[in-house]
């Protein structure tokens, strides 16, 4: 029994430190498929959307430049590289202008982090979010998610959302989503931004992470709204708003994901909008950073083309994008994969937007990105050798842990 239980942990093990000893020295830029900065107006603001990250660099730092009062970064990893340097000079200089600068990173995504980079002068306050948060409370399963936000409020004028982390390598070899939102919306990012910071800030064990307070406009921007997974709360609305979008599609479901495992009511609800005839597609990559979740979202591949979703898979690079379409109105774009970690227990944010010019902005890009991709077919999967097949099986009982 202790044999069987044992089996999926160890051969997940076994195939992690297998890719990891393939990729060594193995990274390079390949070309892929990408579409220049677009914006729309929304509301009384507009949204641009960002598909390679040097462009989004460059915007989040000339942002940065011309800050004039506040600047508010949250993000999950931070590489101490070029790209992860220019932010940190960028961030100095605005604290030493007089800027009021808060920071927020997660400790566990940058263990490997050089100490010395994650220091900052006095002026820039910073709250590291623990490897262990749950203190003296272990059973308290509230206190266990990452924080896995991409977040930058520049002056309550401008606000950066989405999948990229801080790097050189998301620069130009990972295809990622990003926006840049102006306009009442940004109140709504800078909220959640100062409400993460005050329900984890260290009150007695760090006076720099002193309550950030807010005067918040009253204003709402009705086409936006922003979604928050709170673990610490037991709030997971994230989840919620893509199971009601998805119910209610009529014509078109195209899902952008990097790690695809679904749990049962999510992959019925896609199947069952794809019997009903709604054009479901589901963009994931031919071959992810995590091995292990690459192998276990293949259980659920049966279940999709057997009711006629159509599964791409997007070659040669990454594609870490968080984002969905529907019915040419609907948009959502933000941190949170289709997986158990981001829906159900991960701290992530997502924008949903309400905007057929939006819409339909996201849907050329989807386009752009299914250029690159091969479409698995029902016959080619049901074709799979039996080693695929076993491991699959093995796999299986991870999928509620993942």
């Not at 677009?38 to 730092?61: I, Q, R």
């Not at 009253?218 to 997974?229: A, D, K, L, V």
């Not at 040669?316 to 019915?327: F, G, Q």
Request: charged share 25%.
């Amino acid at each position: 029994m202790l044999g069987i239980v044992a089996a999926p942990f160890l051969l997940a093990i076994g195939m992690t430190l297998v890719d990891s000893y393939r990729r060594r020295g193995k990274r390079r830029a390949v070309a892929f498929p990408t579409a220049a900065p677009s914006t729309v107006p929304v509301g009384d603001g507009e949204v641009t959307t960002y598909t390679f990250g040097a462009d989004l660099y460059d915007d989040m730092l000339a942002a940065i430049d011309g800050a004039q009062r506040q600047i508010l970064l949250e993000t999950y990893i931070w590489k101490a590289d070029e790209v992860g340097l220019r932010f940190k000079t960028a961030l100095e200089a605005a604290a030493a202008r007089g800027v009021e600068v808060f920071l927020i990173y997660d400790a566990f995504a940058n263990l490997v982090v050089s100490p010395r980079f994650k220091r900052f002068p006095h002026p820039v306050k910073v709250l590291r979010y623990p490897v262990y948060a749950a203190g003296w409370r272990p059973f308290d399963l509230r206190r266990y998610g990452r924080d896995h936000r991409k977040i930058l409020v520049v002056d309550d004028q401008i606000g950066f959302v989405g999948g990229y982390n801080l790097g050189e390598a998301y620069a130009t070899e990972w295809r990622d989503t990003h926006v840049r939102i102006t306009g009442p919306a940004v109140w709504d990012l800078k909220r959640a931004f100062a409400d993460f910071w005050n329900l984890n800030r260290r009150r007695r064990f760090r006076p720099s992470e002193r309550p950030l307070l807010l005067e918040t406009a009253s204003t709402w921007e009705p086409t936006i709204r922003f979604h928050r997974n709170v673990p610490r709360l037991w709030m997971f609305p994230i989840r919620a708003m893509y199971l009601e979008a998805i119910t209610r599609a009529s014509r078109n479901i195209w899902l952008t994901t990097a790690y695809f495992l679904p749990d049962p009511d999510f992959a019925q609800a896609l199947t069952d909008a794809a019997r009903r005839g709604v054009d479901v597609r589901v963009l994931i990559p031919a071959k992810s950073n995590h091995v292990v979740s690459d192998w276990i979202s293949r259980g659920y591949f049966s279940q999709l083309l057997h009711a006629g979703v159509k599964v791409l898979r997007y070659r040669d690079t990454m594609v870490h994008a968080k984002t969905a379409t529907i019915d040419g109105t609907w948009t959502t774009v933000g941190t949170a994969n289709i997986d158990r970690l981001s829906l159900t227990g991960n701290y992530e944010i997502n924008v949903e937007i309400i905007d057929p010019k939006l819409a339909g902005s996201l849907e050329e890009i989807f386009r752009v990105d299914e250029s690159n991709c091969l479409e698995l077919t029902e016959a080619e999967w049901e074709a799979r050798d039996i080693y695929r097949r076993f491991t699959e099986f093995v796999l299986n009982p991870l999928r509620p842990l993942l």
